[in-house]
């Protein structure tokens, strides 16, 4: 599978930003699905996942109860809505997907190029 992310973008701060990860290739439903972010200088870091099925999510706490995962098998497509957006949240973006839940960054076999985001205050 091959994934693309698009929906990046400059918002200001409380804003909100939907993100989505189009998977090219087959069997996209059989894989966990997730989100990082990476500011330069930093460790790149775990937003978000869901599982194949889309029954299950997990979040981070830094964004939990403002940022949603979903995914739409029949559009191999994973999504990321993004509300009351913060300065904090710039970073690259960066889906991914696995086949172990939670997905982790070293467990991933497939990543997207990123898509910038940036929240102005």
């Known amino acids: 599978v091959q994934l693309v992310e698009s929906g990046g973008g400059l918002v200001q701060a409380g804003g909100s930003l939907r993100l989505s990860c189009a998977a090219s290739?087959?069997?996209?439903?059989?894989?966990?699905m997730g989100w990082f972010r990476q500011v330069p200088g930093k460790e790149r870091e775990f937003v978000g996942s869901i599982t194949s099925d889309g029954h299950m999510t997990d979040y981070t706490a830094s964004v939990k109860g403002r940022f949603t995962i979903s995914r739409d098998n029949n559009k191999n497509t994973a999504y990321l809505q993004m509300n009351s957006l913060k300065p904090e949240d710039t970073a690259n973006y960066f889906c991914a997907a696995g086949v172990t839940w939670p997905i982790q960054i070293g467990g991933a076999v497939e990543w997207g190029q990123g898509t910038q985001v940036t929240v102005s205050s």
């Open positions: 290739g087959r069997n996209f439903e059989k894989y966990v």
